[in-house]
Every structure is written in C-alpha cells, then in structure tokens.
C-alpha cells in the first residue's frame, strides 16, 4: 500500500500533472485552492455542477490522448511498391541501408523484407558447397598453390588453407 502511495505522489509531482497540481493546491492555505476559490453560487444546482465536472473530467482525458489513438493499427504500412523497389535495389547490388535511404524507410524493415524474400544478402559472406572444399583441398594436395586452387574455386588462399588444415 505504501508503493501505491508514493507512486501517486510521484506521478503528481511530474512536470506534466504539476499544472493541475499547483492550481488545485495554490499553498497551504485553503482559501487559495480553487475548490474554494470557484465555488459555486448559493442555490446552484448540486446536480448541474457534478454533470459538469464529469463532461469537464472526460473532455481533459479526450485532450490528453494524441491525435492518431483512435486509429486500431497504429503500425506504419508500407506499399508493394516500395516492398518491391526496395527489395529490387538490392538484387542489382545496393546495400541494405542504400536500398532503405532510396526507398524512405528505416534499414531494419529492408532488412527484415529482404530476409522473408530469401534473397542472399549484399555483403554477406559466402557459403562454400563441400563439392567446392573438396575440389580445392584436391587441387592442394595434387601439388597445386594454395592461390590456384584458392583462384579454381573463388574463395581466399587463407580459406583454403583452413580447408586444408581440416581435412588433414
């Protein structure tokens, strides 16, 4: 109870609540708070200053939402049209984060489209087949250099060398 407590002092301190705060509250003395300060004429009707305070309390909650709560989905949706250009900026060879600048979306949503495609990532590393192993650790152990067989296969000599190192 006591967290409870102190979690409502808090939030009533915060800058945002403090306007509100300050003027229900104008000091310690109660002839300056607003309760006392607006108080209503005799004779007004307890009836009419309790259904204003109510539309008063739910047009302050309406104030306080953003402008976009009603809307249910409030994810950002792209078109196929920058799925589509995106994804075809980098099958010609862009980057991800070149593909997201020149389409206009952020880089993790390219990435995240180019990964549901299946397509292979620039820049990523290449995958060797074990046919492609086995053909260079072959090369190398007929005698060839480890730059020739590194050259017969497309991979780096230091590549090939740990191919080699393995297959020993």
């Known amino acids: 109870m006591r967290w409870h407590v102190n979690s ?3 939030a009533a301190r915060a800058h945002k609540r403090r306007v509100l705060s300050e003027a229900a509250h104008d000091g310690e003395d109660p002839l300056l708070w607003l309760a006392n300060r607006v108080a209503a004429p005799s004779g007004a009707n307890p009836a009419l200053v309790v259904e ?38 980098v099958a010609v060879g862009k980057t991800i984060k070149q593909a997201a600048f020149a389409v206009g979306v952020p880089r993790d949503r390219v990435l995240r489209w180019v990964n549901r495609s299946g397509q292979a990532r620039p820049g990523a590393r290449r995958r060797f087949t074990p046919e492609e192993v086995q053909t260079a650790v072959g090369l190398v152990k007929d005698g060839a250099s480890l730059r020739q067989a590194a050259a017969a296969v497309g991979a780096s000599k230091i590549a090939v060398l740990k191919w080699v190192r393995t297959a020993a």
């Open 8 to 10: 409502a002092r808090q």
């Open 52 to 89: 204003l305070r109510d539309e008063l309390r739910e047009r302050a909650e309406l104030a306080r939402q953003p402008p976009y709560a009603d809307r249910l989905d409030r994810r950002r949706s792209y078109s196929d049209e920058q799925i589509t250009r995106a994804l075809a900026l």
